[in-house]
């Protein structure tokens, strides 16, 4: 599939966001995070600016953005709606949670509730993204048990890194428990990246070239002449293909910058505890995790093959 | 409704393409390209139709396959491929906005023009590439079974049917009701074992196709007769007892 870089961004930065927004409800709840203004100011806005900025710019991949309202009403039929719908579902617990905090420097009680309400719905946003590729039977890099936890994963890694980022920058006692929390994301987004490679690896394929023209009783079939001599929409959107060796150059690249490098920074900022020294470590860390998920989107784009190139050449997809 | 039919659609219109006699002339491609230029989903944009990269929108699309194992049994198979019309189209589904519906009527899958945003989902949901996305309109667009022409008083009853099923030289494509058994259509899919395309897709398609007849098995070469061995003649009496019986 060809990897459209709005819908990368859309789909990294929201989960960003999503997750940042999730973590700060959920240490807030454990009494972990004082209810400084600033930092709420800071870390909403950071959230807020991601979340916003990713649909915005899934907004801009379409062809009628001005119609995109429209796109809450299928909800009964369509993951891209219930998408739609719990993005701006989310917008409401988390913009109390935040005004709350901000403005009145509270985050614990009533406001921590409202705080875990919009976490949930963060999570369900995330959820409904994910469910949106994995729903697609056309696409079997998708479709499988793997990919829905890939996008949980990243999007409570990159948040942690986030978050871990700012408790630093404002020197919170308790910014060992969300250095904690950030090895083990690093740790579960890496393992469960690495479960996802090793099943679309493996798995056979079910449609082949032999299924798609139903001509597989008279033999092997292979393309003899492509229908056009150009290139067309469906070749452009889903004509895109990786190398082998370039996929594995790719993926070791989001193992190293997207795993062990922010797991070794982080650990490292642990054990030094804090000052300048821990803080710059665990920005690169939030740095190096950014290329990571970035790389991590194109490669599951990249790796993903459409069965329509069954027809184009594709002996199995 | 992005929801499909409640109830299955009354009739369940669809193609028959038959790839036995098809000759890959890509009539049926140039005329869809035409009527649809016109109507329903016009234009059809292209891009730099005269330059150095010329890409545009078609509904259908004709390939060519190698299929056989080479040992001389192979053949080529010219394939026209457009929207099957799915029972159970995952496109209707996928859709946000429910500009992608199944008519309840006839079963044919449409595109509401004026509601779709263009967020591609129905085509990457589509197994069989029936939607393609109009860069300057900004919506997508697919085969609309010709429902501007199938429906249209205006023409004669004969030209009433897609107009790929009416300019194919060779009769290679049928229009009717493949929901209803005792139509023409059903009755020829019955006959000739049509089939439908990724059955395992689970998108029931409507559209079925005719698979290529079994070829003759090839001839052994003719005996020739053994030559006239000039030796055994039998002789001048012999030849022209043989040229007077023979006359």
């Keep these: 599939m060809h990897p459209a870089?709005?819908?990368?961004?859309?789909?990294?930065?929201?989960?960003?966001?999503?997750?940042?927004?999730?973590?700060?409800?959920?240490?807030?709840?454990?009494?972990?995070?004082?209810?400084?203004?600033?930092?709420?100011?800071?870390?909403?806005?950071?959230?807020?600016?991601?979340?916003?900025?990713?649909?915005?710019?899934?907004?801009?991949?379409?062809?009628?953005?001005?119609?995109?309202?429209?796109?809450?009403?299928?909800?009964?039929?369509?993951?891209?709606s219930r998408e739609g719908l719990a993005a701006v579902a989310t917008f409401v617990p988390t913009g109390v949670f935040a005004v709350v905090w901000v403005v009145f420097g509270r985050n614990g009680g009533a406001?921590?509730?409202?705080?875990?309400?919009?976490?949930?719905?963060?999570?369900?946003?995330?959820?409904?993204t994910a469910m949106i590729y994995a729903s697609l039977?056309?696409?079997?890099?998708?479709?499988?048990?793997?990919?829905?936890?890939?996008?949980?994963?990243?999007?409570?890694?990159?948040?942690?890194?986030?978050?871990?980022?700012?408790?630093?920058?404002?020197?919170?006692?308790?910014?060992?428990?969300?250095?904690?929390?950030?090895?083990?994301?690093?740790?579960?987004?890496?393992?469960?990246?690495?479960?996802?490679?090793?099943?679309?690896?493996?798995?056979?394929?079910?449609?082949?070239?032999?299924?798609?023209?139903?001509?597989?009783?008279?033999?092997?079939?292979?393309?003899?002449?492509?229908?056009?001599t150009e290139e067309n929409y469906l070749m452009a959107e889903m004509g895109f293909k990786i190398a082998r060796r370039h996929a594995t150059k790719l993926r070791r690249f989001v193992l190293i910058v997207g795993a062990a490098?922010?797991?070794?920074?982080?650990?490292?900022?642990?054990?030094?505890?804090?000052?300048?020294?821990?803080?710059?470590?665990?920005?690169?860390?939030?740095i190096a995790g950014g290329a990571g998920v970035v790389v991590e989107r194109w490669l599951l784009f990249a790796e993903a093959k459409h069965v329509v190139t069954l027809y184009y050449g594709a002996g199995t997809a | 409704m992005t929801d499909l039919p409640a109830s299955p659609p009354r009739r369940q219109l669809g193609l028959v393409i038959d790839l036995d006699i098809c000759v890959g002339c890509h009539a049926?491609?140039?005329?869809?390209?035409?009527?649809?230029?016109?109507?329903?989903s016009a234009p059809l944009t292209d891009h730099d139709p005269y330059g150095a990269h010329?890409?545009?929108?078609?509904?259908?699309?004709?390939?060519?396959?190698?299929?056989?194992?080479?040992?001389?049994?192979?053949?080529?198979?010219?394939?026209?491929?457009?929207?099957?019309?799915?029972?159970?189209?995952?496109?209707?589904?996928?859709?946000?906005?429910?500009?992608?519906?199944?008519?309840?009527?006839?079963?044919?899958?449409?595109?509401?023009?004026?509601?779709?945003?263009?967020?591609?989902?129905?085509?990457?949901?589509?197994?069989?590439?029936?939607?393609?996305?109009?860069?300057?309109?900004?919506?997508?667009?697919?085969?609309?079974?010709?429902?501007?022409?199938i429906y249209n008083d205006t023409l004669p009853p004969t030209s009433r049917v897609p107009a790929c099923v009416s300019t194919c030289p060779v009769g290679a494509r049928h229009f009717g009701d493949l929901g209803d058994p005792d139509s023409d259509v059903s009755r020829l899919v019955a006959a000739r074992d049509g089939f439908a395309l990724m059955p395992e897709q689970d998108c029931k398609p409507v559209n079925r196709y005719l698979p290529p007849r079994p070829r003759r098995a090839v001839a052994e070469a003719p005996a020739l007769a053994a030559p006239a061995d000039p030796e055994e003649d039998g002789g001048?009496?012999?030849?022209?007892?043989?040229?007077i019986l023979s006359r």
Excluded at chain 1, 34 to 58: C, E, H, I, K
């Design chain 1, 5 to 80: 870089y709005s819908v990368i961004a859309f789909t990294t930065a929201s989960g960003a966001g999503y997750g940042l927004l999730t973590l700060l409800a959920v240490f807030a709840a454990l009494g972990l995070l004082p209810a400084d203004r600033w930092f709420g100011f800071t870390a909403f806005g950071l959230a807020f600016a991601l979340v916003v900025g990713g649909l915005l710019s899934s907004m801009f991949h379409l062809g009628h953005p001005e119609r995109a309202w429209r796109a809450l009403s299928q909800w009964r039929s369509s993951w891209l």
């Design chain 1, 111 to 128: 406001a921590a509730a409202i705080g875990l309400l919009g976490a949930l719905c963060c999570v369900a946003t995330v959820y409904c």
């Design chain 1, 137 to 228: 039977k056309t696409i079997k890099a998708w479709c499988n048990g793997w990919t829905l936890p890939g996008y949980l994963a990243y999007a409570a890694m990159t948040g942690a890194l986030l978050l871990n980022a700012l408790v630093h920058l404002w020197g919170f006692d308790r910014r060992a428990a969300v250095g904690a929390l950030a090895l083990v994301s690093v740790a579960v987004a890496a393992l469960v990246k690495d479960r996802y490679w090793r099943l679309i690896d493996a798995e056979p394929s079910v449609s082949t070239a032999e299924t798609a023209t139903g001509l597989g009783g008279l033999g092997k079939v292979t393309l003899l002449e492509a229908p056009h």
């Design chain 1, 261 to 286: 490098v922010p797991f070794a920074l982080t650990a490292a900022a642990l054990a030094v505890g804090g000052g300048a020294a821990a803080t710059a470590l665990v920005l690169l860390a939030a």
């Design chain 2, 28 to 40: 049926c491609a140039v005329t869809c390209k035409e009527w649809n230029s016109g109507g329903h």
């Design chain 2, 54 to 149: 010329p890409t545009g929108v078609w509904f259908n699309r004709v390939h060519a396959f190698e299929v056989g194992d080479g040992d001389g049994n192979s053949r080529t198979v010219h394939f026209p491929r457009s929207c099957l019309h799915c029972q159970d189209a995952p496109c209707v589904t996928v859709c946000p906005t429910g500009a992608s519906y199944k008519r309840e009527e006839d079963g044919i899958v449409l595109v509401n023009a004026d509601t779709c945003i263009g967020c591609k989902l129905c085509s990457w949901a589509c197994p069989y590439g029936a939607r393609e996305y109009d860069q300057d309109a900004g919506v997508m667009k697919k085969c609309t079974l010709c429902v501007d022409r």
């Design chain 2, 236 to 243: 001048v009496l012999a030849r022209w007892v043989d040229r």
